[in-house]
């Protein structure tokens, strides 16, 4: 994970309610293969393919993706590696496709959609040649399609007027009388997708916004027209027919709101973080903890000189000195008795071994110490510096326990002054340690505050009255679940480690959701029992159910993604893509299957198996004049 | 004082200073008065922006009194009057002593110094040595040990070094044929005898650290 959006892109896979077991996914009726024109239409393909692994399973593994960049220079990409692919090599791999056993209804050709986002097409004479690229394809591929050119069309403002000489376009070439068949497209159907809907108004559609923003309908189109069922002749009769200017669709869906749940949640948590990094700092106890100074002793002095004992001159050395004590004395008196030798001794040996190898582990030592310190500080603490009053307590703390060892007897009081000489010296390393510990402090509150915005940044887009509801009912969870203040706090320990790169804190974020989600029962349910639970106000199943299923048809009329000035003639056919199997389900199959349908209109069911949501799309000939106006 | 200084030229240097004795001795030309700088032994001496600071600092009471005079770490320096003889009695070893010629008006109590090059032997270290005493200490055996013939339980030698100026502790040390440690000799057993215990009967040696210019002469 690099980004908060990857984050919660992550978090939503945990609320899905989504048990579809194989024997329920789809199968294709046509092999089926997907062509991206231009490099943005190819950013549509993670999520496309996400969303027809939920009808198809498996199956899809049989997609081929493929992309072609460059209009002109026509180079055939891999849509899965990126990686250039020869006409020889595609053809190839449609031979391999047409070999699979038991996994279409019919090969006798394939299904194939063309997408082009109009964004990055430079004008409507280039969006020609997209359309012409039909030509180079079929050629590729060798084998008789049954072929779609889906256009997400960009109308925002300053995209007018290409749009409109797209939508012209796309008109004369319906109209174009040089095919000789006339009012016929060079595919077997056209689709249309604007970004402003017929009603005047906006909505958002792109390949970075339909991964967060539940809009499947190139893959519903993917599953509706190419996948096994009792009326699929039906909803090809619908959905295709080159003699059709071109089509459109509205499209509704109600759905969990797991993105809102995720950056709720994110957002309370995050919040809860923040106020706990103020006032953090690190006192001499905290110090002393982390540097595992106990009861005057150094876990970190203690080990080093286990390590250097053996290097150090063994106490035989003592029966050499000048005069004649004995070591039974105090070291004090042994020293007076040598004229100071026994100290100078010391000093150029014992100390000298110190010295040398404090030198040749300085790496090592700097890097266990400042482990120690990673393991019970965290950034939010070092922050701030640690002061040296608070450095010279911990360390003379350490220190306590070698007293004064002049007054021992001399072979103690060796290894105290020796231990004393090592405490001396790895001061200076313990602050070389908190020295780096604190940059990586910085460091890190930097990513912590990073993530913070870019969480802050995506919050900042919601609908307000949504919202409200939502904080309400799930606001009051992840506060309830952070009463148990243990648990807040190791979270915040645990983020806040100094060795923590962004990817880390989000990996971190996405367990503890994780955690939270799987402590409240709430965030497994499906789309429906999650509006029932939320809404609170419905009295009975069925309401429930009618409820869900007029907020699916709720105005659809009015968001057919086509904006002409011209009317539009009736929808010609209505699919629902929802769950249709269970008791609950089958009450919304059934309002939905009941309403009265004008009779120029039919309607189809598609059983996605999938409980986080349901999807409504009306489909709508363009005529030639709405292509014009 | 101010201090300037010039590069040296063929009519204004000082050179090939050597010790003879406890003199040192030099050649020089086209000065008024010698600067002689004393340091550690082993060092490198040269005159630069440091040093003359460090002298100017002084009064000319002090600079002209032609007394060693302490003006950093381990730097001394006296200021002599150009005589008839260029020698300059040793006064601490061992050290490092270096000669700079120079040109005193004072009038202007301005001192032109004239900075030598590598290539000018205007300096030389001075060792100094050190006679030890070593003998064997003797044993007055008691009436008891004679009767019976038993042996003291150890051995001891008494060594002598004598008091060494400026002398710090481990300059030099002791240690004995085929044992591993060396004992640092520290100030307080100068000037006296020490006791030390043999070491498989074997007496102490005495060493100098390496490179600080103590030449031991041993006595036994």
């Known amino acids: ?629 | 004082m101010k201090f300037v200084l010039v590069d040296f030229d063929i009519s204004h240097y000082a050179s090939n200073i050597l010790q003879v004795d406890t003199l040192l001795k030099w050649d020089i030309l086209g000065n008024t008065h010698h600067l002689i700088v004393r340091s550690d032994y082993g060092s490198n001496i040269e005159f630069t922006e440091e040093d003359k600071a460090g002298i100017e600092k002084h009064g000319n009471d002090q600079i002209l009194s032609g007394k060693e005079i302490r003006y950093a770490d381990n730097r001394f320096f006296v200021f002599l009057k150009k005589g008839y003889v260029n020698n300059y009695q040793i006064t601490v070893s061992p050290a490092k002593y270096a000669v700079f010629c120079c040109e005193y008006v004072s009038a202007t109590d301005l001192c032109i110094l004239y900075v030598p090059n590598d290539a000018c032997q205007y300096q030389c270290d001075v060792s100094s040595s050190v006679e030890v005493n070593i003998k064997h200490e003797e044993v007055k055996r008691g009436f008891l040990n004679r009767i019976t013939g038993k042996q003291p339980e150890r051995e001891y030698f008494i060594v002598h070094i004598p008091n060494i100026p400026g002398y710090s502790d481990g300059g030099l040390h002791y240690t004995f044929d085929g044992c591993k440690y060396q004992y640092p000799i520290t100030k307080a057993m100068l000037g006296k005898p020490v006791c030390i215990p043999a070491f498989n009967s074997k007496a102490p040696r005495m060493e100098s650290a390496a490179g600080n210019g103590y030449k031991i002469i041993m006595r036994q």
């Open chain 1, 1 to 629: 994970m690099e980004n908060v959006k990857e984050l919660i892109h992550g978090s939503i896979g945990l609320l899905r309610n989504n048990s579809i077991s194989s024997t329920n996914f789809s199968r294709p009726y046509y092999p089926t293969c997907v062509v991206y024109f231009g490099r943005r239409s190819a950013e549509y393909h993670e999520e496309l393919l996400e969303n027809v692994l939920r009808g198809w399973g498996g199956n899809a593994d049989y997609i081929k993706f493929y992309t072609i960049e460059d209009v002109d220079a026509r180079t055939v990409k891999d849509a899965l590696s990126g990686n250039d692919i020869s006409v020889a090599d595609v053809k190839t791999q449609i031979t391999d496709l047409l070999s699979a056993q038991n996994v279409f209804a019919d090969m006798a050709r394939i299904a194939l959609y063309c997408i082009i986002d109009t964004t990055e097409v430079a004008s409507a004479e280039e969006f020609m040649k997209w359309y012409s690229m039909i030509t180079f394809v079929k050629e590729t591929l060798g084998v008789s399609t049954l072929s779609m050119l889906m256009v997400i069309l960009n109308e925002s403002l300053q995209y007018t007027e290409l749009a409109k000489g797209i939508k012209n376009q796309i008109r004369d070439a319906y109209l174009d009388e040089s095919l000789e068949k006339k009012n016929y497209h060079l595919y077997d159907s056209v689709f249309i997708f604007g970004n402003r809907l017929k009603n005047g108004s906006f909505i958002k559609i792109g390949p970075s916004e339909n991964r967060y923003a539940n809009y499947n309908l190139l893959a519903d189109i993917v599953l509706l027209t190419n996948t096994r069922c009792d009326d699929d002749n039906r909803r090809r009769a619908h959905l295709y027919g080159s003699d059709k200017p071109a089509l459109t669709a509205a499209y509704g869906f109600v759905q969990k709101p797991m993105a809102e749940i995720v950056m709720i949640t994110l957002s309370i948590i995050l919040n809860k973080l923040k106020e706990l990094t103020a006032n953090q700092s690190v006192d001499a106890d905290g110090l002393m903890k982390a540097l595992k100074i106990d009861k005057g002793r150094s876990e970190v002095y203690d080990q080093f000189y286990s390590v250097i004992k053996e290097l150090l001159p063994s106490n035989e050395f003592m029966n050499w000195l000048p005069g004649k004590a004995t070591p039974d004395r105090t070291f004090d008196e042994y020293n007076r008795a040598s004229d100071g030798c026994l100290q100078a001794f010391l000093e150029k040996n014992h100390f000298e071994v110190v010295f040398t190898e404090l030198l040749n582990r300085n790496d090592l030592l700097v890097k266990e110490i400042l482990g120690l310190l990673s393991k019970q500080l965290n950034a939010a603490q070092l922050i701030n510096g640690v002061p040296t009053g608070v450095r010279e307590t911990a360390y003379d703390k350490a220190e306590i326990a070698f007293g004064t060892p002049d007054k021992l007897q001399v072979p103690t009081a060796i290894e105290m002054k020796v231990k004393k000489h090592i405490a001396e010296g790895l001061r200076s390393k313990t602050d070389e340690s908190l020295t780096l510990a604190i940059n990586k402090a910085e460091k890190c509150m930097t990513q912590f505050k990073q993530v913070c915005s870019e969480h802050e940044r995506m919050f900042a887009v919601g609908e307000e009255g949504t919202r409200k509801n939502l904080t309400a009912f799930y606001g009051e969870r992840i506060q309830r679940y952070f009463n148990d203040f243990s648990k807040l706090t190791a979270l915040f320990v645990s983020i806040l480690k100094i060795d923590n790169s962004k990817a880390d804190m989000l990996q971190i974020l996405l367990k503890t959701i994780e955690a939270f989600f799987s402590s409240d029962a709430v965030y497994k349910l499906s789309f429906s029992e999650e509006l029932i639970a939320r809404l609170g106000n419905v009295d009975t199943e069925k309401r429930a159910q009618e409820f869900i299923g007029q907020e699916l048809i709720k105005n659809l009329d009015d968001k057919v993604s086509f904006y002409s000035m011209h009317v539009f003639q009736p929808r010609v056919f209505e699919a629902y893509l929802l769950n249709t199997e269970g008791t609950n389900n089958n009450l919304l199959y059934k309002y939905l299957n009941d309403r009265e349908l004008p009779p120029e209109v039919s309607r189809t069911f598609f059983n996605t198996c999938n409980n986080d949501m349901a999807e409504s799309i009306w489909f709508y000939v363009c005529s030639v004049d709405n292509l014009s106006l």
